[in-house]
């Protein structure tokens, strides 16, 4: 599924994603440019998720909820730890944590080594850009998981209306340029924190081919 970067700003054309070093163009929203930076790790990670879990039966949906509980709870430590309170998106997983609860699935271990380096100018705005945006795409897996459960499954987690609102809120902040070493240090965080998510998405990808 291809979701966003639309348009000529999108970047990673010739394969290779943009980096932390490229100050994106003159005016550009800092939330365009990090999603034309991410936007090849986006895609990585949806396909590495479908492959993973998906969300086709009742027990791929368990496997999606524990693989997202096992990525975030290390986020989500992380910034309670270190971002400013307004950068700190409402954590989601006692959400998930309802929901395997009502899928009689037990917690999964927090997944180990978030490396996010040294923190500077950015690191919680890029880090929080990727845990609230994804709220977007929650939106539209919720409506593909009504479809297929039927109504019946639990989606505390992908109809959080908290993450939504703090979504709204961070908005004001990245739809304007932003000095180029935020957006630098934004840029890392996001890649960051895609990586954190992929080697999950990986690690159980590959669990779920041994275990077939
Ligand atoms: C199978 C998994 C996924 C699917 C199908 C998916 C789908 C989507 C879709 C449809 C959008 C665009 C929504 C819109 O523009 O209205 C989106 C945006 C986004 N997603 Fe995902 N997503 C997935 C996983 C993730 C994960 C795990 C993360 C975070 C680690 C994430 C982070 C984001 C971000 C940051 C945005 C863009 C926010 C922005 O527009 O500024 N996605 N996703």
Do not use: C
Request: hydrophobic share 50%; net charge neutral.
């Amino acid at each position: 599924m291809r979701h966003f970067g639309h348009g000529a700003d999108s970047g990673g054309k010739d394969g290779h994603m943009a980096s932390a070093s490229d100050t994106g163009r003159p005016g550009e929203s800092l939330r365009t440019h990090l999603r034309a930076a991410t936007m090849a790790a986006h895609d990585l990670l949806d396909h590495a998720m479908q492959a993973a879990s998906g969300w086709q039966t009742r027990a791929d949906y368990a496997r999606f909820l524990s693989l997202q509980h096992a990525a975030r709870a290390p986020l989500e430590a992380w910034l309670a730890a270190h971002a400013p309170a307004d950068l700190a998106p409402p954590p989601q997983t006692p959400l998930i944590a309802l929901d395997l609860a009502r899928l009689g699935t037990p917690l999964p271990a927090p997944a180990p080594l978030f490396t996010i380096g040294r923190a500077g100018p950015g690191t919680a705005l890029g880090a929080a850009w990727v845990l609230a945006g994804s709220a977007l795409g929650n939106k539209a897996i919720a409506k593909q998981v009504a479809r297929i459960g039927g109504g019946t499954w639990p989606t505390a987690f992908l109809g959080d209306d908290a993450t939504l609102a703090f979504w709204q809120s961070l908005r004001a902040r990245i739809e304007r340029p932003a000095a180029v070493f935020e957006a630098d240090g934004a840029t890392r965080a996001a890649e960051a924190v895609f990586a954190h998510f992929l080697a999950v998405a990986e690690g159980a990808a590959e669990a779920e081919s041994v275990s077939a």
